[in-house]
């Protein structure tokens, strides 16, 4: 599973600051230059998740490892990435200009989810190529943002949101800059690896109205953005199992948990797995289980 940075560890390991980060109401909002940012070079590809999303403008020879797909550039270019799927930026070359713009969901939360927006959902559409008068726009855009976080305007938060959603609609007007879904030794490995860390992240279920999002394969395949025919060969050669079985393999795990330690009903626990009705779960699990719900929550079965 890929490590996981919070905003403790960035503001640490990578800005070298140890005092504690800006905080204000509305989320956690920031902006740097890159210029400013420790970016180590020569460095082993390491996958890692953040708790935030990214939005980068930044100029120079680089290696973009996201999903599974792999991304050279060399020159200008807008990168986006969020919380679900983790990625690593390889640095090529020493200098690198720029601007590197971090904010948590709850920055946006009143005004609907961030993470809806292509450009973060999937490596085709979260790394675009730019020309100089495309840099030199955006670059315009990220430098007023600098600007108003650092003024003194009683809405400025409500300006940012504006300017950074400019960015944002902008660069999905855009033409993505495809990478190469086969880099690396083993593409089918990187993709199992990306399915198990988002089928887990979903786990475990400590709410009743908490609700799994991804219980098919055609989901999960969204989220990775490849067909749902690639996805589960790349599952069948490195597991041996579809991913229709990997799924209910770990949504079986999770009801059994859920029916043994808590004291929610059958049609609470259905909700929560995924099932719109719940004698579809009923179904389900006794196809599985080879009893009951109901019996099996009774039982001293684990």
Not at 61 to 69: N, T
Not at 191 to 211: D, H, K, M
Not at 260 to 286: M, R, V
Request: glycine fraction near 4%; proline fraction near 3%.
């Amino acid at each position: 599973m890929a490590a996981f940075v919070g905003l403790d560890s960035f503001y640490k390991n990578i800005l070298n600051r140890t005092s504690e980060y800006p905080k204000n109401e509305v989320g956690h909002f920031n902006i740097f230059k890159v210029e400013d940012i420790r970016l180590p070079t020569h460095k082993p590809v390491h996958y890692t998740r953040r708790n935030f999303f990214k939005m980068t403008l930044v100029t120079g020879h680089s290696k973009i490892h996201y999903a599974d797909q792999s991304i050279e550039v060399n020159g200008s270019v807008l990168v986006f990435t969020n919380p679900m799927i983790p990625y690593f930026w390889e640095i090529i070359s020493e200098e690198q200009t720029g601007f590197m713009c971090i904010f948590t969901e709850a920055f946006f939360s009143r005004f609907g989810s961030i993470s809806e927006y292509p450009v973060f959902q999937h490596a085709d559409s979260a790394v675009i190529a730019l020309n100089e008068s495309e840099a030199a726009s955006y670059k315009a855009l990220f430098v007023r943002m600098l600007d108003e976080l650092q003024g003194d305007y009683a809405y400025k938060y409500d300006l940012l949101r504006n300017l950074l959603m400019e960015v944002v609609h902008g660069a999905q007007k855009m033409r993505p800059l495809a990478g190469d879904r086969h880099a690396g030794s083993n593409a089918a490995e990187r993709i199992t690896g990306l399915f198990a860390e988002l089928l887990e992240r979903q786990f475990p279920i400590e709410l009743s109205n908490q609700v799994i999002q991804l219980n098919t394969p055609a989901a999960f395949a969204r989220q990775l953005n490849i067909h749902v025919n690639h996805l589960n060969k790349a599952l069948k050669e490195t597991t041996g199992q579809t991913t229709s079985q990997l799924i209910s393999d770990r949504v079986l795990q999770e009801a059994k948990v859920l029916l043994k330690s808590t004291n929610w009903t059958i049609s609470e626990i259905a909700w929560s797995l995924g099932f719109e009705e719940p004698n579809h779960f009923s179904s389900f699990f006794k196809n599985r289980a080879k009893l009951t719900a109901q019996k099996f929550r009774s039982s001293n079965t684990d």
